[in-house]
């Protein structure tokens, strides 16, 4: 399976973005995907995931304000991300597993296959 993350850009504080990942190679609708950020310095960490029979789950620094979704036809998992502020700006990978446990879903080991980056700056 392959991931392409896209959608990163520039943003003002309280503005939106949304990022997208492509995954393509396998049937994708069995697959959890998850999506993790890097600030600069900083350890990647999770940002939520969409697990499987579409259950979601977040992070609690962006709950309330990101929502993640799958469109199954298209093989692309979104990021919505609301009310951006200034902590947000990272680097943001999409990952994808087709085995990851609930238990796991924030584990970055866990998931075998990763996109490449995409940066969002938040910034006035």
């Known amino acids: 399976v392959q991931l392409q993350a896209s959608g990163g850009g520039l943003v003002q504080p309280g503005g939106s973005l949304r990022l997208s990942c492509a995954v393509s190679g396998r049937t994708f609708g069995r697959d959890t995907v998850a999506w993790f950020r890097q600030a600069p310095g900083m350890d990647r960490k999770y940002v939520g995931a969409?697990?499987?029979?579409?259950?979601?789950y977040y992070a609690d620094s962006v709950k309330g304000r990101f929502t993640i979704s799958r469109d199954n036809a298209r093989g692309t998992v979104y990021l919505q991300m609301d009310s951006l502020r200034p902590e947000d700006t990272a680097v943001y990978y999409c990952?994808?597993?087709?085995?990851?446990?609930?238990?796991?879903?924030?584990?970055?080991?866990?998931?075998?296959?990763w996109g490449q980056g995409t940066l969002v700056t938040v910034s006035s």
């Open positions: 990952a994808a597993s087709a085995s990851v446990i609930l238990s796991n879903l924030a584990s970055q080991s866990a998931y075998a296959t």
């Open positions: 969409i697990f499987r029979a579409n259950r979601i």
